[in-house]
């Protein structure tokens, strides 16, 4: 007699392997455009790649989660047969965040912001330093601190998870610190639950990820703007010791939604773009903006990020209105070995994406890796910008689209949805509906299509999926779907 639960299980095994077989299918087509090389990380390396960051002379510098820092030469070969590793630090505490200036090498531990050199020239850090250490720690398994790049100023921003990812139960968890190049400590954001990542984009501005959890029904990319509430009220008991931030913001009301609460609470941004669950991933996390000018294909200041339970990248186009972010998620690449952690452009345009599966399942099943995504200069037809307008949208293509299937509305499929904003864990999507396309017109160059709705819903994601539409060589988009998170409505 076969059991419900083994009916159930077969069920879930079938899906998944349904999954993996179509993502597999994916990167296929995928490493036609973006080639992936793995490095050989050498026997008794455990590569839990928290953070890399790119050294003169074609040289990287890669943290682990368990507090090693190693030099790797030889990474950026097409066929890396003489890579190099070279312990350059150990013993610190699950190091997140990478940069340099000068001769010294910074890195975020959980515990402070520490800079190391070395003085020998043996290639191992001799003098290490405590910049800053001004938040609270304890032995909590959540208690992560990511950190940024050196910022325009100097600073280096640091992300800071909840005490078990639900509570602020030490200083400042919950919380974004600048850390400036004097070693002081400024409290800039309040709002954050669970990290997986923080950088600027190409003007500057500086963004993090945030992870599905209590008042966030879905991962996010949420601005970090100093004086800002980004959504979970959990750590703002410690407004007492930030002055510089002004009074506490009232606390949310649970079961509501984002855009409500925002117009009531000045301090509080919205996410700049929701990755819906599942569909987009399930713990968004590093980020890396394409500076290369072309290096790396048609996707030029655009930013890339990882996703670490899909083991995948995901690439995001943002737009400004009323002085504030919005913008758009688009599938990019299917198939890294690990969970996709940490990511970071090479000199050469080359984007390399450390991976990890420890605290949660991945779906590449390596339980650490380190690869590199290389451009074959073959351009994807994909959808290249999605711009928000005042009656619909307005799509640009990296490649021209054949007019008659991408002027016909019946070559798109559009919904709406949102998620509760609220203290209980997530949310399912809610609020949906179901736009009708009036018209699409055509742009004469074949590069760009208007996209004229019936109505548009203001806080909530458009998905737009794209299953008819083909380009002038009749392809179709190689990612056609796009998740564009529309918090205002252009007037």
């Known amino acids: 007699m076969i059991r419900p639960i083994q009916i159930f299980i077969a069920a879930c095994c079938g899906a998944l392997i349904a999954q993996s077989t179509i993502a597999a299918d994916l990167a296929s087509k995928e490493e036609v455009f973006y080639k992936m090389i793995t490095i050989p990380i050498p026997e008794g390396i455990v590569l839990e790649a928290g953070a890399i960051q790119r050294l ?4 990287l510098a890669v943290s682990t989660r368990l507090g090693d820092i190693y030099t790797i030469e030889g990474a950026f070969e097409d066929s890396p047969s003489h890579v190099k590793f070279t312990q350059f630090a150990t013993g610190l505490h699950e190091v997140l965040g ?24 043996d290639g191992r850090a001799d003098i290490f330093e405590t910049v800053n250490d001004d938040w609270g720690i304890d032995g909590n398994y959540h208690e992560y601190a990511f950190g940024s790049k050196f910022d325009r100023e100097g600073n280096i921003w640091v992300t800071l998870c909840l005490t078990g990812s ?7 968890r919950g919380w974004c610190l600048r850390v400036t190049p004097d070693g002081k400590a400024i409290p800039t954001c309040s709002g954050l639950r669970s990290p997986g990542g923080v950088a600027t984009n190409a003007l500057g501005d500086m963004f993090f990820t945030d992870n599905q959890g209590p008042w966030n029904g879905a991962c996010a990319l949420k601005q970090l703007t100093p004086g800002a509430f980004v959504g ?19 606390d949310p009301v649970s079961g509501s939604r984002m855009y409500v609460e925002a117009k009531k609470i000045p301090q509080l941004i919205p996410p700049a773009v929701l990755f819906p669950y599942n569909k987009m991933g399930q713990s968004a996390s590093g980020i890396a903006c394409d500076g290369s000018n072309g290096k790396f294909g048609p996707f030029k200041d655009q930013l890339f990020i990882g996703d670490q339970t899909h083991s995948t990248v995901m690439r995001v186009f943002l737009e400004k209105y009323q002085d504030r972010y919005q913008g758009v998620c688009f599938p990019f690449r299917e198939g890294l070995a690990s969970g996709t952690l940490s990511v ?10 450390g991976g990890t599966d420890r605290g949660w399942g991945a779906r590449g099943g390596k339980p650490f890796s380190l690869q590199r995504l290389v451009w074959q200069h073959k351009v994807p037809f994909e959808i290249h910008e999605m711009h928000a307008k005042p009656d619909g949208f307005e799509l640009t293509f990296t490649e021209p689209v054949d007019a008659a299937s991408a002027g016909n509305p019946e070559s798109y499929q559009i919904e709406t949805y949102t998620y509760i904003y609220q203290s209980s864990y997530g949310s399912p999507e809610v609020d949906k509906t179901i736009p009708v396309i009036k018209s699409v017109s055509v742009a004469a160059d074949g590069l760009s299509a208007r996209l004229v709705l019936d109505r548009l819903a203001e806080g909530h994601v458009h998905e737009l999926h794209l299953p008819g ?11 056609p779907a796009a998740y564009y998170t529309l918090n205002y409505i252009p007037e």
Not at 233 to 247: E, I, L, Q
Not at 344 to 353: I, K, P, V
Request: glycine share 10%; with cysteine; proline share 8%.
């Open 166 to 172: 639900f509570t602020s139960d030490n200083p400042f």
């Open 232 to 250: 979970n009220p959990s750590g703002n008991k410690w407004y007492d010791r930030a002055t510089v931030m002004g009074s506490r913001p009232p």
């Open 469 to 479: 539409v083909r380009s002038k060589t009749g392809e179709p988009l190689l990612h």
């Open 56 to 59: 003169p002379g074609n040289k």
């Open 98 to 121: 990478l940069t340099i200036k000068e001769d010294w090498l910074y890195c975020t531990q959980r515990g402070e912001v520490t800079r190391m050199k070395d003085v020998d020239g």
């Open 344 to 353: 970071e452009f090479g000199d050469d345009g080359s984007l390399f994406a």
